[in-house]
């Protein structure tokens, strides 16, 4: 993870440091000793972060040595980097506009306790809050019989990401799914981290999740074998394994295949692709048509995407899939008023989106790769659909 960007990690660390110092502390630390302590810090950070590069996995087996990374990095290493940008422009500005005072400074100051206040925030309550949202969702398509059907959607659970001492924030999600007592569940990917072995200890736990006409899945782009650098024969059974589990549980995962519903006469398609991203950061191996061979054009089509880009890629213009439900955003885990910066990456990233009779939801999903939340509760999406 880190070795992609090793070297603005690096400069990251380096620059501020190499600022305040010049800018703030060279007078004051004339001893080879007091220098030392000033860069201290920097060297450190540098260190674990050439150690974290030379790894050959996107991450360590041991995820607490990167979530320590992380969380020393939004502890020291963010905050000197803001602080040192309000005061350099407030410096040229103190310099172009003869002003006695940086105000830049001030302002990088202020910003060092907000960055905390997120942080701590983030790490503690905010990875573990959870929300349950209602939808409705109305179209003509829709059967007469399946008017008022509930679909309880969740996704991006990223198990690996859940410490012993928070396995009860799984169990509180899969209480929350069971008591909206819905028609039929669906979780649109990413059940772990890496491998197989972070979902093993939540199977008891995700078993527990029933509903009428079951519980369809679709995999994500983290439950290929592609997070871990070994033999091919280890990644295909590790690939085996995911798959089995979700078998074992009564799931009914969708590898580019559908099922039918029934009511009476009545009936719609639960259709899943397998993950379908941009090919070059993230799989791209949906194939719609074999997903949808044999469904004909007026059947109600629920199709189930993890990368929610597919759906104006691939969905739109060769389905005619009404509803789709996706994931994967994770709204980056950060909203600042309802803001989040993964707008700059995804086009829908979160919540309810509609083109004419066709409605996409991208769910900011449970969990997270890394474990922190601000302004993004955990979510469960209970839809209920609608005849208009």
Same mark, same amino acid.
């Given at each position: 993870?880190?070795?992609?960007?090793?070297?603005?990690?690096?400069?990251?660390?380096?620059?501020?440091?190499?600022?305040?110092?010049? $800018?703030?502390?060279?007078?004051?630390?004339?001893?080879?000793?007091?220098?030392?302590?000033?860069?201290?810090?920097?060297?450190?950070?540098?260190?674990?972060?050439?150690?974290?590069?030379?790894?050959?996995?996107?991450?360590?087996?041991?995820?607490? @040595?990167?979530?320590?990374?992380?969380?020393?990095?939004?502890?020291?290493?963010?905050?000197?980097?803001?602080?040192?940008?309000?005061?350099?422009?407030?410096?040229?500005?103190?310099?172009?506009?003869?002003?006695?005072?940086? @105000?830049?400074?001030?302002?990088?100051?202020?910003?060092?306790?907000?960055?905390?206040?997120?942080? @701590?925030?983030?790490?503690?309550?905010?990875?573990?809050?959870?929300?349950?949202?209602?939808?409705?969702?109305?179209?003509?398509?829709?059967?007469?019989?399946?008017?008022?059907?509930?679909?309880?959607?969740?996704?991006?659970?990223?198990?690996?990401?859940?410490?012993?001492?928070?396995?009860?924030?799984?169990?509180?999600?899969?209480?929350?799914?069971?008591?909206?007592?819905?028609?039929?569940?669906?979780?649109?990917?990413?059940?772990?981290?890496?491998?197989?072995?972070?979902?093993?200890?939540?199977?008891?736990?995700?078993?527990?999740?029933?509903?009428?006409?079951?519980?369809?899945?679709?995999?994500?782009?983290?439950?290929?074998?592609?997070?871990?650098?070994?033999?091919?024969?280890?990644?295909?059974?590790?690939?085996?394994?995911?798959?089995?589990?979700?078998?074992?549980?009564?799931?009914?995962?969708?590898?580019?295949?559908?099922?039918?519903?029934?009511?009476?006469?009545?009936?719609?398609?639960?259709?899943?692709?397998?993950?379908?991203?941009?090919?070059?950061?993230?799989?791209?191996?949906?194939?719609?048509?074999?997903?949808?061979?044999?469904?004909?054009?007026?059947?109600?089509?629920?199709?189930?995407?993890?990368?929610?880009?597919?759906?104006?890629?691939?969905?739109?213009?060769?389905?005619?899939?009404?509803?789709?439900?996706?994931?994967?955003?994770?709204?980056?885990?950060?909203?600042?008023?309802?803001?989040?910066?993964?707008?700059?990456?995804?086009?829908?990233?979160?919540?309810?989106? $509609?083109?004419?009779?066709?409605?996409?939801?991208?769910?900011?999903?449970?969990?997270?790769?890394?474990?922190?939340?601000?302004?993004?509760?955990?979510?469960?999406?209970?839809?209920?659909?609608?005849?208009?």
């Amino acid at each position: 993870m880190i070795a992609k960007i090793l070297i603005y990690v690096l400069l990251l660390i380096l620059i501020p440091h190499v600022y305040i110092y010049f $800018r703030y502390l060279r007078h004051r630390c004339q001893s080879w000793w007091k220098r030392l302590l000033c860069f201290l810090p920097a060297i450190l950070m540098i260190v674990y972060t050439l150690w974290l590069g030379t790894l050959r996995d996107f991450v360590p087996d041991n995820m607490t @040595i990167v979530n320590t990374y992380l969380f020393l990095l939004g502890l020291l290493v963010v905050p000197t980097f803001v602080f040192t940008l309000f005061s350099s422009i407030g410096w040229g500005c103190q310099k172009l506009f003869h002003l006695r005072y940086n @105000i830049g400074s001030a302002i990088g100051i202020v910003f060092i306790p907000l960055i905390w206040y997120v942080l @701590i925030v983030g790490s503690t309550c905010g990875f573990e809050s959870l929300r349950v949202r209602h939808v409705t969702i109305t179209s003509a398509d829709l059967p007469a019989a399946f008017d008022g059907y509930r679909i309880v959607h969740f996704s991006d659970a990223h198990l690996g990401s859940y410490s012993p001492s928070r396995h009860w924030v799984v169990q509180r999600a899969i209480d929350s799914v069971n008591a909206q007592h819905a028609d039929a569940i669906v979780f649109t990917g990413d059940l772990q981290n890496r491998q197989p072995s972070e979902v093993e200890p939540f199977l008891p736990l995700l078993s527990q999740l029933k509903a009428r006409d079951g519980v369809y899945s679709v995999l994500g782009n983290h439950d290929y074998p592609t997070y871990v650098q070994t033999t091919d024969d280890v990644k295909r059974d590790n690939f085996h394994r995911l798959v089995g589990m979700q078998q074992s549980m009564d799931w009914h995962l969708l590898i580019n295949d559908r099922e039918i519903i029934r009511r009476g006469n009545d009936s719609i398609v639960i259709a899943g692709m397998e993950n379908d991203g941009d090919g070059k950061h993230f799989p791209q191996l949906g194939n719609i048509n074999h997903t949808l061979r044999k469904v004909s054009r007026s059947s109600y089509v629920v199709m189930l995407q993890h990368d929610p880009s597919s759906w104006r890629r691939k969905i739109l213009p060769h389905s005619h899939a009404q509803l789709t439900l996706s994931g994967h955003t994770h709204a980056m885990q950060f909203t600042l008023f309802g803001w989040s910066p993964v707008d700059f990456i995804y086009r829908e990233w979160g919540g309810l989106y $509609r083109l004419g009779n066709r409605h996409l939801y991208v769910s900011t999903g449970l969990g997270g790769f890394i474990p922190f939340r601000f302004g993004v509760p955990g979510e469960v999406v209970v839809i209920t659909l609608r005849r208009s």
